[in-house]
T-cell receptor
Framework: ETGVTQTPRHLVMGMTNKKSLKCEQH?????MYWYKQSAKKPLELMFV???????ENNSVPSRFSPECPNSSHLFLHLHTLQPEDSALYLC????????????FGPGTRLTVL | GQNIDQPTEMTATEGAIVQINCTYQ??????LFWYQQHAGEAPTFLSY????GLEEKGRFSSFLSRSKGYSYLLLKELQMKDSASYLC??????????????FGGGTRVLVKP
């Protein structure tokens, strides 16, 4: 089941660029998540939105700025990134209640030069 | 905090059985998930355990012992397409909203003919 889409699928950017990642879910969920997946490291939760309100921010640097305009859309705005920010960025959605399964999008492969 | 351990890699033969162990230490426990992730793709949900015991779904089964902080995923009648990473994730203390998961590093399973 892949009712979560992400664009772009691949992104290469310089350290001075500003770009945005987009996520859209068609599952009727009202909680959305951003994760970072780096090589050889576990999936790291970055942000959680529930009912369009940010409820979790896992000490993520301010060069990452999330936005959730409605329950179906989630953005991650990027500016002045570092090469170590190169990773796979995954979006997920779920119902907010305990035990609800999170469904993931295909991810955006980000390379920072 | 949360700490989740699983083996990095396992190799098995087509048609065989493989058991992937996951141990966790968490400040609270409200369920354990297993996900499958093929290279370059989104993680996909396999199973959810919140009570002790075995959950069976076709060729895949998942077991949980809360007192031991231990789970395993059992893959039977292995097929070549089962070659993937398998991610163990724990939901900790329930917060006001959202559904926060902490992931292990994943176990890469290689199925050989």
């Amino acid at each position: 089941e892949t009712g979560v889409t992400q664009t772009p699928r691949h992104l290469v950017m310089g350290m001075t660029n500003k770009k945005s990642l987009k996520c859209e879910q068609h599952l009727g969920h009202n909680a959305m998540y951003w994760y970072k997946q780096s090589a050889k490291k576990p999936l790291e939760l970055m942000f959680v939105y529930s009912l369009e309100e940010r409820v979790e921010n896992n000490s993520v640097p301010s060069r990452f700025s999330p936005e959730c305009p409605n329950s179906s859309h989630l953005f991650l705005h990027l500016h002045t990134l570092q090469p170590e920010d190169s990773a796979l960025y995954l979006c997920a959605s779920s119902h907010p209640k305990a035990g609800s399964t999170q469904y993931f999008g295909p991810g955006t492969r980000l390379t920072v030069l | 905090g949360q700490n989740i351990d699983q083996p990095t890699e396992m190799t098995a033969t087509e048609g065989a059985i493989v058991q992937i162990n996951c141990t966790y230490q968490t400040s609270g426990f409200n369920g354990l998930f297993w996900y499958q992730q093929h290279a370059g793709e989104a993680p996909t949900f396999l199973s959810y355990n919140v009570l002790d015991g075995l959950e069976e779904k076709g060729r895949f089964s998942s077991f949980l012992s809360r007192s031991k902080g231990y789970s395993y995923l059992l893959l039977k009648e292995l097929q070549m397409k089962d070659s993937a990473s398998y991610l163990c994730a724990v939901r900790g203390k329930i917060k006001a909203a959202g559904n926060k998961l902490t992931f292990g590093g994943g176990t890469r399973v290689l199925v050989k003919p």
